[in-house]
């Protein structure tokens, strides 16, 4: 099958790596001459990066570059038995290219939007076969990350989710099922980890590193959240977090940082500015952290207990399976285990313990516990 991909920015050059790495032709569209310019260049140094690793021949990357034809034409896509498309996160400019794209393939092709945050059903709502939509979900860089999220549309055949799934899994990728809702599974479930931290900080509790020094040392986790924020870029995780609170009617659940938002709005934006929680210019000292272990194991409880209920909540309303839930969290964002798993080992009752503790101390609806856990709890009944 051939591919279609609109938009050879990050995402679409990794999403077009990937499917021709798997043996498909792949033809790579942009409106600007200079985007696709620099996804091949940039294609052309992974694959040189890979062949001095030993981890390709050089005549397979040559076969992985050949089968990519890059153009500025989506009528180029007409033999294309899937169309990704990974442009600007705008759905007016995304609904114009769906309903292009439905009038240049064939009747029986699939279209997919790697968004993050728009709806599918939107985006579907654009075609006259809304049938044929879906959510197909990489995750940044694509050809590293294992995880792709499926997201069916309302509107969307569940033979194509099928078939497109099928497909995603014969890339090498671990897919998961993932409802149709802000954020999905990976981009709500994870917004704990950011913003509890961001809020232990606001309150003065810890600085950025002993707050990452907790989370590694007595979570496992492989990076801090300051680290992991420098690291994503403060514009972007501002951006998911800021998209997801409003789209989710402003549940204070999800309530973005002022600490986040002035480091964005002074471009301290992370690793690609050389200065965000931390500065990275090559004089630049690491802060230390306090070490103080009481303290550190407090944040931990904290942080996972929120990231755990929001796991739980997600199951609750439905959002994805049990395992799917797990798997999205240790593939798609590498956490040391998964939460559902972790609130076994914890104990359900202690997790409700600790959300209430949080709740009965600051009396806000963003830490209220979800209705699943105190279930659980009361039934004696655990994930696995
Ligand atoms: N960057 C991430 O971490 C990440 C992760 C998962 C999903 N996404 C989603 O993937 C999509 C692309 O994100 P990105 O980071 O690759 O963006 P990007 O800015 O790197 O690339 C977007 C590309 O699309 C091109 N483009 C814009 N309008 C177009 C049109 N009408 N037709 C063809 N090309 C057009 C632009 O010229 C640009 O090259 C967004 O929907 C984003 O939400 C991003």
Redesign the pocket.
Known sequence: MKIGI?????????IAQVASTAGHEVIL????EA?LE??KNKLQKIMNRLIEKSRVEADEAQAIQGRIQYTTD?ADMASCGLVI??????LD??K??FKQLESIVSEDAMLA??????SIASIAAACEHPERVLGI????PAPLMKLVEIIPAIQSDPKVVETARQLINNWGKTTVLAKDTPGFIVNRVARPFYGEALRIYEEGIADFATIDWAMKDFGAFRMGPFQLMDY?GND?NFTVTETVFKAFWYDPRYKPAFTQKRLSEAGYLGRKTGKGYYDYSPEAMPPAHTGDTKLGIKIVNRVVAMLINEAADALYLNIASRDDIDLAMTRGVNYPKGLLQWADEIGIEECVARMDALYHEYLEDRYRCSPLLRRMARDGATFY
């Open positions: 609109v938009g050879s920015g990050a995402m679409g050059s990794g569209s942009d409106t600007r985007a620099t996804s989506n498309e990974a442009i600007v996160e705008n400019v995304k114009q290219v939007s790697n968004t993050s945050s728009l979900h990489f995750f940044n994503i972007i």
